[in-house]
């Protein structure tokens, strides 16, 4: 049988350049920006992530009418507390009372969610000023004091809030 | 091909790079100086300490900020309640009461014997027509000071508090908890040997799960005529607020040296792990004390607490046969202090699969849900909860409820759901992964 051997030409793109030279100029483009990212990531300046950090949403106050003022780890972990002190009793009448205006929090390290089910009577009476809270279990530690969160409510959300 | 295979590695390289996780950022929540639960001892070889007065104000959970006084050690900011002092039995205890308020101020020990005040019988204080001024001698206002100083002769719970002005000083915050441990067993509440039948026992208890809970409360009408200089008719003393460790729920289970609560130090949080005669043989240690005005039905949520002592007397009789006894509400009258032990025990060894509850649990259309459920009813397991429900807790831990049952007392200015509320946290058998 006759002995015979490919030869394996190099292609070269429309461009006229080999593929795997292309292939490579790419890779370390690649390399030389990831490199540039994760230095960036790992050295460049970081959000200081201060406990009780709790911005303010005119929108969430406007619809809802109240203003979110506390997020803490507390129980030893076991559970998260949310505080929020009613601006306009009218609007915050059923404040959590359905799935349109119970408060969720979602941790922005992994987007792990925990909500709670059951907060009071519908149309309880609440006063204007004051401040009333909300117990939420710790689904698997998934709220961590220091670290930013999302209070979401209906279709709005306040970001960055930092759990003591 | 080279080229090929270095391009493969160059482009894995580089997706691995740009993976790489991010630091933190973290800045912490500066509670490494106190366990997170637990008693928080203020204690010296010496068994001296200078308590100084402060005025500051502490948060409560409606939103409100109430004008307060109270004890601080040597020249810390002021704190409420007062910091808990543990000595030994047979020290020499010696308090340096200096004054910064601007009214007379003393300290009275209740439960301790031959108490001085700079060297001489602490005795009450009468004017000049008579009249009882205070049980002790002062520190006079504005930089007064004064020596007392006893023996701790009996292990026990004890209240330290102002006994000038009680009923107004008392609710202003003068008052903190003070912890004699037996000489020779620290880990024992009290140092005999009770025979029960014809069994013995003692009083230790799990070292890492002792507690103490003051219970108290606040007519915030009082403390703004004190704070304005303005007269305070006790006659209309009506509180408003009830505090345990001089937080009001949901602050009472917030860790011990909570950021967010700087002047308030002190959590109430219960939590334990279950009896296991191996690797956890000892109860908890409460120590319950109420600087109150009238009683408060203390009742913790599961299981009955064995009361051994009250007013730092262990209830044995004088044959050393027990007299101690289980209680589901602890009625904790003004003045007094209450010691209970409590064990979380799986009795039955209860598990889904070896040895399940032989009760059907209905279908979870027909199940009501509390707060803190696991979805499962075995300690350390989580199950499905409906569609919409949080479906796990962090461990499968329990919580219990403690509150005080007069309903009224767990409010917040009329806010439910608050005041003397704790709660009782059990967790797995260790190792668990509870965070």
């Known amino acids: 049988m006759e002995k015979t051997t490919a030869v394996v030409g190099t292609w070269h793109g429309p461009l006229g350049i080999a593929m795997n030279r292309l292939a490579l100029a790419l890779g370390l483009l690649v390399i030389l920006s990831g490199g540039l990212f994760a230095g960036w990531r790992l050295f460049g300046p970081q959000p200081k992530w201060v406990p009780g950090t709790m911005p303010v949403s005119p929108e969430i106050e406007e619809k809802f009418g109240v203003r979110f003022t506390f997020l803490a780890v507390t129980a030893d972990g076991g559970m998260v507390e949310l505080r929020y002190r009613v601006i306009d009793e009218g609007k915050a009448a059923n404040f959590g009372h359905y799935s349109e205006t119970a408060p969720l929090v979602i941790s922005e390290d992994d987007g792990k969610i925990i909500d709670v089910t059951i907060m009071g009577l519908h149309n309880h009476r609440v006063e204007p000023a004051r401040t009333y809270y909300v117990l939420y279990r710790n689904t698997e530690g998934a709220i961590k004091s220091g670290r930013p969160a999302t209070i979401a409510v209906g279709d709005l959300s306040l970001k960055h809030v930092v759990s003591w | 091909m080279r080229s090929s295979r270095l391009s493969r590695i160059v482009l894995l390289l580089s997706l691995l790079l740009l993976v790489v996780p991010r630091s933190n950022g973290i800045v912490t929540a500066g509670h490494e100086d106190m366990p997170p639960h637990g008693i928080v001892c203020t204690e010296n070889p010496t068994a001296t300490f200078t308590l100084t007065t402060q005025e500051g104000t502490i948060s409560l959970p409606d939103g409100n900020r109430v004008y307060m ?236 607490s064995r009361i051994i002592a009250r007013d730092g007397s262990v209830l044995i009789d004088t044959d050393q046969s027990d007299l101690s006894y289980e209680r589901f509400t602890v009625n904790l009258g003004p003045g007094q202090t209450v010691d209970e032990m409590f064990a979380w025990t799986d009795v039955e060894n209860w598990h889904p699969i070896d040895n399940p509850i ?16 696991s979805g499962s009813p075995y300690l350390g397991q989580t199950d499905l909860l409906p569609v919409g429900h949080q479906a796990l807790n962090s461990c499968g831990e329990y919580y219990h409820i403690a509150h005080n049952h007069a309903l009224q007392q767990i409010t917040a200015w009329g806010v439910v759901l608050s005041g003397h509320i704790t709660f009782t946290r059990i967790d797995p058998p260790l190792p668990n992964n509870c965070q």
């Open chain 2, 358 to 373: 032989p009760v059907v649990i209905p279908q979870l259309q027909n199940l009501t849900f509390g707060t803190f459920y």
């Open chain 2, 69 to 304: 006084w109270g004890f601080s050690e040597g020249g810390d900011p002021f704190q409420h309640p007062g910091p808990t002092l543990c000595v030994t039995e047979g020290d020499t205890v010696t308090i340096v009461l200096n004054n910064t308020l601007s009214h007379d101020v003393s300290i009275i020990f209740p439960g301790q014997e031959g108490v001085l005040a700079d060297g001489v019988p602490s005795e009450p204080v009468f004017d000049v027509g008579g009249n009882l001024t205070s049980f002790a001698p002062v520190a006079a206002a504005n930089g007064g000071a004064v020596t007392y100083s006893f023996v701790a002769a009996k292990p026990g719970t004890y209240l330290y508090e102002s006994g000038t002005e009680p009923g107004i000083q008392v609710n202003m915050g003068l008052f903190g908890a003070l912890v004699v441990r037996p000489a020779a067993h620290p880990n024992w509440a009290y140092n005999e040997i009770v025979a029960s039948g014809a069994v013995t026992y003692t009083t230790e208890f799990a070292p890492d799960e002792e507690f103490v809970l003051i219970f108290s409360e606040i007519d915030p009408v009082l403390h703004m005529a004190v704070e304005q200089g303005l007269p305070y008719d006790m006659n209309n003393f009506t509180p408003r607020y009830w505090n345990i460790n001089g937080r009001s729920f949901p602050d009472t289970i917030a860790p011990n040296g909570a950021e967010w609560l700087p002047e308030q130090p002190y959590g109430s949080l219960i939590h334990i792990n279950p009896y296991d005669v191996d690797t956890h043989p000892y109860p908890a240690l409460i120590r319950i004390l109420s600087v109150g005005s009238e009683s408060f039905p203390h009742h913790p949520h599961g299981n009955h």
